[in-house]
């Protein structure tokens, strides 16, 4: 798959507002939708799911990013990502699937992201 700066990791930054309360969906909701969305091949183009799946990203790292600013804003932040950090959707695939099964209803993607952001790029 191919990568993309903070957006599906601080997750696709250039979203609205509007999807900026957005970002609660359940790990398990999110990877149950990708999955259902690999198994249709190149059908997957013509699903209304891919477009949620990106707003949610987008909300999660732009919720995920205001967090990291106003602790940053405190002199704590909670990781020390690069300036632009490359993170590939498939990456993001495989941290969500670290939860396990029986916790993943109860993980918001914005935790995720910032789980994720936490383990990959901690403050030293």
Avoid at 11 to 17: F, G, M, R, T
Avoid at 32 to 60: H, N, R, Y
Avoid at 69 to 77: F, K, L, S, V
Avoid at 95 to 114: D, K, S
């Amino acid at each position: 798959m191919k990568r993309v700066a903070p957006a599906l990791c601080l997750a696709l930054l250039a979203a609205s507002p509007a999807l900026a309360a957005a970002g609660e969906m359940s790990v398990a909701t999110f990877l149950a939708k990708a999955d259902a969305l690999k198994a249709k091949g190149a059908m997957a183009l013509f699903s209304p799911d891919i477009k949620v799946l990106q707003q949610e990203g987008q909300a999660a790292g732009m919720a995920y990013k205001a967090q990291l600013d106003a602790e940053r804003a405190q002199g704590r932040p909670s990781s020390c990502p690069p300036k632009n950090p490359k993170v590939s959707s498939d990456q993001v695939l495989a941290h969500l699937r670290t939860y396990p099964a029986a916790q993943r209803p109860a993980v918001t993607m914005r935790a995720a992201i910032g789980d994720m952001f936490k383990k990959t790029w901690p403050c030293r």
